[in-house]
Structures are given as C-alpha cells and as structure tokens.
C-alpha cells in the first residue's frame, strides 16, 4: 500500500508541476514572429480558435485581457475546463458513409432553428475587446446562423445590441436577479420588447467570484453581492415572464434533477469559465455525472453546456453524452476584438472543425451520435 501511495504521491506531483499551456504551441509565436508588437495577425492566417486568443493577448491592454482571461483562484479549474477533454479519448470507426455529415450540423434550441450545436456564450464587457461592444457578437452570430446570448452587463444595453440584430435573428437574454421584482419584471420587459426568446438565469454566482489575477488589474467580478438564489424562488419568477427560463450553472446530477422536478425548459452545464470558485469541476465532468447516474435527463429538458471549448473534437464529446447545443465564451470575446468578421471566421472555423472530426471518428450523423464515441475511462496521463 505504501508503494502504491508513494507512487501516486510522485505521479501527482509531476502533474503539479507540468507547464500550463493557456495556448497551445502549434507555431504561433515562429509563425508571426516579425508582426510588430500589438498589431493583429491577418484574420485569414488564423487556423484555430486559439489563435485567436494569442491575437488578444499580443493586441489587447494588459487589463483588459485580463478581465477576458482570468479564473477564480488559482485557475485550477480554468486550467482543468481546458484540459479534461483530453483525458477522454475517442475510438473512431471506420468503414462508415461519413460524406453528408455537414448537412447533420443544423439544430434546434428551444424549438428555434440554427446551423449548427454551438452558440456565442453570454460574457460581458465586450467594449474591452472592441470599441463596438458587442456588435460584432451579434452581428457574427446573424452572419454565422447560430444563437447569441448577450450578458445583462454587456457594454451595450439590451436596447442597443438589438438594434444590431436582423429581423429574424433569434436571441436569448442571460440575466442575474435578485428577490427585487419591480427589478426583475422591467428587465424581463426589457428583454421581451427588444425581441429576446428566452431568459437565462445565472444562478452559479450567489457570491462574489475570488478571482486574484482580475483584482490586481481591477477588473473583478462585476456580480459581488450576496443573492438568496432557491428553487421556490425559481418558480416565483416563472410568474413573472411569458417567456422560457434556462438555469445557468448547473454543476451536479442532484441540481439538474432538480430542474427537472421543477420544470424548467432546459439546463446549461457551466461553471462560469472557472471564474467563481476554484476547484468546480468541468462541465463535462458534469455531463458524464448526469449520463452515468441520470442518462434520462437528457430526453427530459435540453441539455447545453460550456467551458474550455477550443476544438470541434471537444463539441463532438459533449454531443456524444447528450448535451444539445455547446457554449463558447471567451474564443468568441477575443474573436470579437476582429469585429464581426473575426467572429464568423470563428463560427466557420469551428463548424469546419465538428465536420471533420466527427467525420474522422466515423459519424455519419450528429443526431445519433452516441456515447459509445469515446472512452469515458479518464487517462490522466494525457490530462
């Protein structure tokens, strides 16, 4: 026992101490070398969504990175919502009719119609990427087909980014509230009469996020009060809005059965980018819980999740379990800093990405894609 506990001890401790790659090294920095500090690369020599995150960092003032980047902590569960989904490795097929799998990209959400299982995550302050605000979110996510979900604490008012949004573009407005309703039914209105589909309640910041690297710059959590945050306050607001309301920041089994008791439309899997409280597990952690324990969850309400997605191989993994459509927070921010044009070569990129990975693993369709996918024994040595 103690050779085993001592070589666990040795193995933990290698891992403590392996470099963490916020970017991977795929030749970035050799690759742009002579670009002149601060200048943004050419938005065509873009390969990936990490490079749009190096674009940033070169181009963006130290603070206002800062505020797109930062965790809470020690980052540990930023670092891991990037890293997990390496440890689970996927068994492609093949001898399988994979040439129509971009016609299976489209899906529904909440019943409206986009072109692929992806959507721009609500993050606020977009004026720290671009002077625009988040006009280049909406406007991408138009020119891109898929849905967007402005931040209550975006730089633009709810009013504002609607007048970006095309007549038929559909968006769903994220929100924090308190126990105040007159607060609550104006911005419920609010979001109703600029054209919102659905609210979505975040409901995994009732404290303020202990984010260390953002308080040396002076950008910390813009939510800092205490908020009572119950399930009877739950169906208290669905009293107040016509309109459908998503639980974001869900993070256990025992909370999306909940949501379902309480019959909530749809759950999003997240643990706010790592930004409240360090040491949450991913949301995929939490979405292989929820198949292991409670695989019913997934036919009974939609199932949506973001955190550390870079690559279509990492969507591809959260469609096997379940999950209905997948979130993107800060790759969008960062590709935002481009304007609207950085955030639809984003939105292409990424579709090109689920095409051919999903393809590669022998999935002709991503409709009936199944768990069987991936081997969901973690590997932490590929951690």
Known sequence: MRTALLSFSVLGGALAAR???????????????????GELPPLDKLV?????????????PTQNYTYYRNGAGGEWSYRNNLEVYNRYRL???????ITNIESTLPTTILGHNFSAPFFISPAARGGYGNT???????????AGDILYIPAQLASLTIEEIATFKKDDQ???????????????????????????????????SAADGNRHRAARYGVGSADSAYTLITWDFYDHLRTLTDLPIVLKGIQTVEDAQKAVEHQVPAIYLSNHGGR?????????????????QAPEIFSQLEVYADGGVRYGADVVKLLALGVKAVGLGRPFMYANVYGTEGVKRAIDILKHEIAIDAANAGIADLKKIDPSIVDWTPNWALA
């Open 132 to 142: 625009d605000g988040e006009k280049g979110l909406v406007e991408g996510a138009a």
């Open 170 to 204: 559909v968006t769903f407005q994220q929100v924090y509230l308190d126990s105040n309703d007159t607060a609550t039914k104006e911005v419920f209105a609010r979001a109703e009469k600029s054209g919102s589909k659905a609210i979505v309640f975040t409901v995994d």
């Open 276 to 292: 409240q409280i360090d040491g949450a597990r991913s949301p995929l952690e939490v979405a292989i819980e929820i198949h292991e």
């Open 91 to 97: 068994r492609p097929r093949t001898m399988v009719d």
């Open 19 to 37: 470099p963490f790659l916020n970017e991977p090294d795929t030749g970035f920095d050799e690759y742009f070398a002579d670009l002149p500090a």
């Open 48 to 60: 990936g969504l990490p490079d749009f995150d190096a674009a940033a960092r070169r181009h963006l």
